[in-house]
């Protein structure tokens, strides 16, 4: 039973989180023992991004955009208990639960571990996580949990289309409570370079290709040409971001710990929010799972990009957002055992098309 849960995982998904660490170490080394490497890739850049890591982001993002067939919004009004369980948790509760966990440990709980600095830029990579729910890898969590595919693209196509809206207005008021100064045409800037445009080439792509060559092709030949490619951008963008924030971690080993606690404490909580209130409407288990897993898990890609275009590779607030890929793996995991083991929690399976 077990070997089958895991099957929809794929290999570097599986061991994600040991390939962040083999990446911490990596750029750890590089930028302690070859800081030429780190020092020349910074003179790439535009407008505080990172030339580099830009394109890597892209190579993240872009494969992720292909898979979600936007098409499938018309039928968001079919069941739309789960989709308004998925808004609600994603867009007006997560973003804020986070900034008050957040707050609380990194101002109060490690007041006299964290300075007051490192707090505030530990509390804004908090809140870029907060405000940006997973796209991609919920399938993979779908999966896992035996989700129904179909309302899942749903769930994930709608949540896409709210991010192009309400992620840049939420991270700039909670990044100005936080009492960080953010430049709105940065932040708008960033939102459209690692939102918008990959989202519009996704479903470019992803049209052109089923209209020439079908959805047969399109899904068993085009898209696993794109498998590694995400995964393989992410980790080389963390080379890069450790390289700089070597001496940091070196100085600070503790200070990741510090960061995973409440993050993981907000995983478990959005997700037995979604997940409950599912219960409490009497949602189907394979409607209820997807719902939590997906406001539990981050689209921490976005969050990366933008916590680098704003605050630059080498700051402690893109440190804390690349924390939050160091632990979403492993935690993500256990929450798809606590969801496949309480599925009588809920009524039978019913079929949702």
């Keep these: 039973m077990a070997k089958e849960k895991v099957q929809g995982i794929g290999f570097f998904e599986k061991y994600l ?17 070859l800081p030429s490497v780190p020092a020349f890739l910074g003179r790439f850049e535009y407008a505080q991004v990172s030339i580099p890591i830009a394109v890597l982001i892209w190579f993240m993002i872009y494969p992720m955009m292909m898979k979600v067939d936007f098409t499938s919004i018309k039928n968001v009004g079919k069941n739309p208990k789960g989709l308004f369980i998925t808004w ?4 007006l509760i997560k973003p804020f639960t986070m900034y008050g966990i957040a707050f609380f440990f990194f101002y109060v709980v490690f007041k006299s571990i964290i300075s007051a ?11 870029l996580l907060g405000a940006a729910p997973c796209t991609a890898m919920v399938f993979v969590w779908s999966l896992l949990t035996r989700g129904n595919p179909a309302y899942t693209v749903v769930q994930v196509a709608t949540n896409d289309l709210i991010i192009l809206f309400a992620f840049t207005p939420i991270v700039a008021f909670l990044l100005g409570v936080s009492g960080v100064k953010i430049p709105w045409l940065t932040l708008i800037l960033s939102v459209v370079l690692f939102v918008v445009i990959p989202l519009a080439g996704g479903v ?18 085009f898209l696993p040409k ?17 390289s700089f924030q070597g001496n940091v971690i070196i100085a600070n080993p503790l200070h990741i710990i510090l960061i995973a606690v409440p993050l993981v404490i907000q995983t478990f909580l959005i997700f037995f929010i979604a997940y409950l209130a599912s219960k409490a409407l009497k949602l189907t288990h394979d409607i209820a799972a997807p719902a939590g897993m997906i406001g539990a898990s981050n689209f921490f890609e976005l969050s990366v990009a933008v916590a680098i275009s704003l605050f630059g590779a080498n700051s402690p607030v893109a440190l804390a957002t690349i924390v939050g890929v160091l632990v979403e793996v492993p935690v993500m995991l256990v929450l798809v055992r606590i969801a496949n083991r309480t599925t009588h929690w809920f009524p039978t399976k019913k079929s949702v098309k």
């Design 204 to 221: 470019l792509t992803r049209f052109l290709v089923l209209k020439r060559k079908g959805m047969d092709y399109f899904e068993n030949k």
């Design 88 to 91: 609600v948790t994603n867009w």
């Design 17 to 33: 989180t040991l390939w962040v660490v083999i990446c911490m170490v990596a750029g750890i080394l590089i930028g302690r023992y």
């Design 117 to 127: 600095g490192l707090a505030k830029d530990y509390l804004a990579g908090a809140i």
């Design 226 to 242: 794109f498998n590694n490619v995400t995964i393989i951008g992410l980790l080389l963008t963390l080379i890069i971001i450790f």
